[in-house]
């Protein structure tokens, strides 16, 4: 058995007998145990499928609703669809190529040409360069202060004054 094959007849494990929807593992049921019901209502024989081709299980509502003509025996418009077909699976196969494994999780933000360019990166670069310039300069040098008592004011540079996010 190939390895779609495989993944082709786990598909079929969650897949619904009668309507095509996906199954809650905790709420499958087999369709042999409604075999009778299945039969009378849809004409369809379940005893006689391939586990390859169709799938073997029903899902909860459609197990419900059997049960429901099982006890009454009037017929349940719910149960009145079309019986799907199943083929062989195949290159082409339906199944499998509607069901392939969506991407989980959250997607990547795209990049663009914008976040090349970030204007706060050259702004920092420009006040530290005019950092360098004042410790060089000799006017900061005789004053005695030093890169810790200069503070920036909306880019204009304030000797020795005391920064709002300093406690008194």
């Known amino acids: 058995m190939s390895a779609f094959n495989k993944y082709h007849m786990n598909?079929?494990?969650?897949?619904?007998r009668l309507y095509n929807g996906s199954i809650n593992q905790r709420k499958r049921y087999q369709q042999i145990k409604f075999a009778e019901e299945i039969f009378v209502l849809m004409k369809i024989d379940v005893k006689n499928e391939c586990e390859q081709?169709?799938?073997?299980?029903?899902?909860?509502?459609?197990s419900r609703n059997l049960y429901r003509y099982r006890d009454t025996k009037v017929s349940i418009p719910e149960l009145n669809?079309?019986?799907n077909t199943f083929v062989p699976h195949s290159e082409e196969c339906?199944?499998?190529?509607?069901?392939?494994?969506?991407?989980?999780?959250?997607?990547?933000?795209r990049k663009t040409d914008d976040a090349l360019f970030d204007p706060v990166e050259t702004r920092i670069k420009t006040t530290c360069n005019e950092t360098e310039d004042i410790t060089n300069s000799t006017a900061v040098q005789q004053s005695g202060q030093t890169n810790n008592d200069t503070y920036f004011d909306n880019r204009n540079i304030v000797p020795g004054a005391i920064s709002q996010n300093e406690n008194y």
């Open 11 to 16: 598909i079929l494990q969650d897949i619904c």
């Open 94 to 109: 339906e199944l499998c190529s509607s069901r392939k494994t969506p991407k989980r999780g959250r997607p990547k933000k």
């Open 53 to 62: 081709v169709h799938p073997q299980f029903l899902c909860n509502n459609c």
């Open 81 to 83: 669809l079309s019986p």
